[in-house]
RNA sequence: GGUACCGUAGCCAAGUGGCCUAAGGCGACGGAUUGCAAAUCCGUUAUUUCCCCGGUUCGAAUCCGGGCGGUACCUCCA
C-alpha cells in the first residue's frame, strides 16, 4: 500500500507522486499578523505538521514553508487604531503566533518568509503578467484579467458567471471585468508604501503566496495546504497568477483542511487566513465567544492563555488529530476534556513503563523512518504478531490521505497491549530482564508510531505538587499515617484520608508492596 | 440564487462497493484484582443497522436520483 492524497483540484485521492523523486516541497498560507493567533489558525499548522512528519518518515525528504502576511488593510487599520505602527505590531503577533506553534509541537516548518521581505519578487511576478497580457495597471492598481486565463475557477469548480451571479457588484467599476482582482494597490498618504513602476503602493493580497512559493520552492510544488476558507477566491487567483506567470502546473496536491467550529455558536473560528472582511468579523464575534467562554474575559486573545490555560497543548492537538483533516471540528471544552481523559491513560503507561524499567519512555531512541522500523525479533510471538499488526494498520491509516483519526484508534489499541503485557505477566511485581526488554521494545514501537503524529515527544509538564518539597514532605507525613492505620486495619481513618485528600483533588493510590501512589488533579 | 461539504451508538469518531455479523475513545454496566477504592486487564453496550425514500448491483453505510437537516464559500476596490 503507498500513499494516496486527496487533491482538492480534482476531488479525488490519488497516489502520491513527487515531482523530483524523494523530495517533496510544501507551502501553506500562513496568517496575517494583525491580531494574537486564535485557535482556528492552529488548526492548519498541527495538520500539515503531521502531514510533513509522516512523509519525513515515509522516506522524503521534505521542505515546508509557512508565510507570514505583514503587510494588509487589516494589519494598517489595527495599527491606526492601536496608535503604533504596522511593523510593532506585526512582530509582536508574529512572535505570538510563533509561541502558540511551539506549544503545539509544531516544529518541522523549515521558513517562515515575511511578505514584505518579498515585495521585489512579487513586483517582478506582476510585470511578468502585464508583459503577457494577464495583467492590467489602471490608475496606479494592476489588476488580473480572469477573462485572460482560460483555467480560471478550476480549483473551486466555478466560472466567472457563477460567482457574480450571487454577488451585488457594482458596475461603476474601471475594471474589465467585475472578477479582476487587485496584484498591486496604490497606497493613500500615511499608510505603508513601496515604490513600484505604477507608483507607490503594496502588494494586493494572493500574490505574496504565489511570488513567494515560487521564489523558495520553484514555480511548481507538490503541496499547498490551507484552510478550506482559503480555497476560493485566495487559491483560485494564487493559481491563476502563478500558472500564467510561469505557464507551468504551479501546485501537484491541493490540500485543505477542515475548519473549526464551537459548538452551538456554529460558523467559522477561523482558517489561515482571516482577510476578508465579512467573514473576519463573523470570525471574530466567533472566537470573542470562545474566548470569553474559555477565558473569562470577551474579545480576541492568544491561544496561549485563552485555551491552554485550561486544556494542556497536547490534548488539543490530539483532539485536532482524532478527527480526519478534511472534516469540520467542533470545538468545546467537553469535547476536549474527553481527550485529555484518553491522554492520562497514555502518561499513566508511561508512569507504569518507568516503574518496571527504570527508565523514561521519553528517552527511549526512536526509529525516525519506517524502513528502520522498531525490530519485533525475539518478542514473545503472541506479542510480536499483535504489535506487527497494529504497526501496518496505522501505516495503512496513515498512507490513506493522512487519515489520522484512525491512526490514533490504532495507539489505543496498541496501549492496550502493552498494558495487558504488563497485567498478565504482574510486571508491576516482578519482571525478569528478558520481559523488560519485551516491553522496552513494544514501547519504542509505541513512541516510533506517536512521533510520526506528534504526540507523546515530551513530558508533559504535570503540576503535581511533588516538585514542591514542603507539599511533598506533607504528603508523605500524610500518607505514612494512613499507611500505619491500614496496618492495624482502621479502615475508617485509612478511607477518611483518602477521601478527604479526594475531595482536595489529590489522588491516592494504593499499591501491593511499598508505599501510595499519588497524583494532583 | 450559484458552488461545495457533511448527517455512523448516550456523546466524540474511523470506515466510502464484498475481509462491515461497522475500528477506537469517553460514558454506562458486569467480572478479575483490591480491606474498600483507584489504576489495569477481560466482557457487554449500533444486531434486517449507518438521516429518510427510491434506484443501480450477485452484493451498499459506501454508487446514483429525490427528500429532510446542518455547515461553508461566492474576494479586494467601492
Redesign the pocket.
Known amino acids: 500500500m503507498s500513499l494516496r492524497v486527496y487533491n482538492t483540484l480534482t476531488?479525488e485521492k490519488e497516489a502520491f507522486q513527487t515531482i523530483e523523486p524523494g523530495k517533496v516541497s510544501m507551502y501553506l498560507c500562513g496568517p496575517t499578523v494583525y491580531k494574537p493567533a486564535h485557535i482556528g489558525h492552529m488548526v492548519g499548522p498541527v495538520i500539515f505538521d503531521t502531514v510533513k512528519r509522516y512523509l519525513t518518515y515515509s522516506g522524503y525528504d521534505v521542505t515546508f514553508i509557512i508565510n507570514i502576511t505583514d503587510v494588509d488593510?487589516k494589519l494598517i487599520n489595527k495599527a491606526a487604531e492601536k496608535g503604533t505602527t504596522v511593523k510593532a505590531l506585526a512582530d509582536e503577533m508574529t512572535a505570538d503566533y510563533f509561541d502558540n506553534l511551539r506549544l503545539m509541537g509544531v516544529d518541522t516548518i523549515d521558513k517562515f518568509p515575511y511578505a514584505t521581505d518579498h515585495i521585489g519578487d512579487m513586483l517582478e511576478m506582476i510585470q511578468k503578467l502585464i508583459d503577457n497580457g494577464h495583467a492590467y495597471p489602471l490608475n496606479g492598481d494592476v489588476?488580473f484579467s480572469v477573462t485572460t486565463d482560460d483555467d480560471y475557477g478550476k480549483l473551486?469548480?466555478?466560472s466567472v458567471d457563477?460567482?457574480?451571479?450571487?454577488?451585488?457588484?457594482?458596475a461603476?467599476?474601471q475594471?474589465r471585468n467585475?472578477?479582476?482582482?487587485?496584484l498591486w494597490?496604490s497606497s493613500k498618504a500615511g499608510e505603508p508604501a513601496w515604490e513600484s513602476p505604477w507608483g507607490p503602493g503594496r502588494p494586493?493580497?494572493h500574490i505574496e503566496c504565489s511570488a513567494m512559493s515560487s521564489k523558495l520552492l520553484g514555480d511548481s510544488i507538490d503541496i499547498h495546504g490551507g484552510g478550506?476558507?482559503l480555497?476560493?477566491?485566495h487559491h483560485e487567483?494564487e493559481l491563476a497568477q502563478s500558472e500564467c506567470a510561469s505557464g507551468k502546473c504551479f501546485v501537484r496536491y491541493w490540500m485543505h483542511n477542515?475548519?473549526m467550529?464551537s459548538g452551538k455558536n456554529?460558523?467559522?473560528v477561523g482558517g489561515q487566513h482571516d482577510?476578508?472582511?465579512?467573514?473576519a468579523a463573523?470570525a471574530d464575534a466567533a472566537e470573542a465567544q470562545i474566548a470569553g467562554k474559555l477565558a473569562g474575559s470577551a474579545g480576541a486573545e492568544s491561544v496561549k492563555t485563552a485555551v491552554f490555560a485550561h486544556c494542556p497543548p497536547e490534548s488539543v492537538r490530539f483532539f485536532l488529530l482524532?478527527?480526519?483533516y478534511?472534516?469540520?471540528?467542533?470545538f468545546s471544552l467537553?469535547?476536549i476534556a474527553?481527550?485529555a481523559?484518553?491522554l492520562?491513560?497514555f502518561y499513566?503507561?508511561f508512569e507504569?513503563f518507568a516503574r518496571i524499567t527504570g527508565g523514561s519512555a521519553y528517552d527511549l531512541a526512536v526509529p525516525g523512518s519506517r524502513e528502520q522500523s522498531t525490530s519485533l525479533a525475539g518478542l514473545p510471538e503472541g506479542l510480536a504478531g499483535e504489535l506487527a499488526g497494529l504497526r501496518d494498520r496505522f501505516l495503512e491509516?496513515m498512507d490513506?490521505?493522512f487519515?489520522t483519526?484512525?491512526a490514533?484508534?490504532?495507539l489505543?489499541?496498541l496501549?492496550?497491549v502493552i498494558?495487558?503485557y504488563?497485567?498478565?505477566n504482574k510486571l508491576e511485581e516482578a519482571a525478569t530482564a528478558e520481559q523488560k526488554t519485551a516491553l522496552t521494545t513494544a514501547m519504542t514501537l509505541f513512541r516510533e508510531l506517536a512521533q510520526v503524529v506528534g504526540v507523546f515527544r515530551k513530558p508533559i509538564e504535570k503540576s503535581s505538587g511533588a516538585d514542591d518539597e514542603f507539599v511533598g514532605g506533607l504528603m508523605q507525613l500524610i500518607l505514612e499515617l494512613r499507611a500505619d492505620a491500614?496496618k492495624e486495619?482502621n479502615?475508617a481513618a485509612?478511607?477518611k484520608i483518602?477521601d478527604q485528600l479526594k475531595a482536595l483533588n489529590v489522588?491516592?493510590?494504593?499499591?501491593?508492596d511499598g508505599p501510595?501512589r499519588w497524583s494532583r488533579g
Open positions: 476531488r488593510d489588476y473551486s469548480h466555478r457563477q460567482m457574480l451571479a450571487g454577488t451585488r457588484v457594482e461603476n467599476d475594471k467585475p472578477a479582476d482582482f487587485a494597490k494586493g493580497w478550506l476558507d480555497m476560493f477566491p487567483n477542515g475548519l467550529q456554529t460558523g467559522k482577510k476578508q472582511g465579512d467573514t463573523a482524532s478527527t480526519h478534511r472534516s469540520p471540528i467542533d467537553e469535547n474527553n481527550t481523559k484518553g492520562d491513560g499513566r503507561m507504569s491509516a490513506d490521505d487519515n483519526g484512525g490514533i484508534g490504532l489505543f489499541e496501549r492496550r498494558n495487558g504488563v497485567t498478565q491500614r486495619k479502615w485509612a478511607d483518602r489522588t491516592v493510590e494504593d499499591v501491593k501510595a
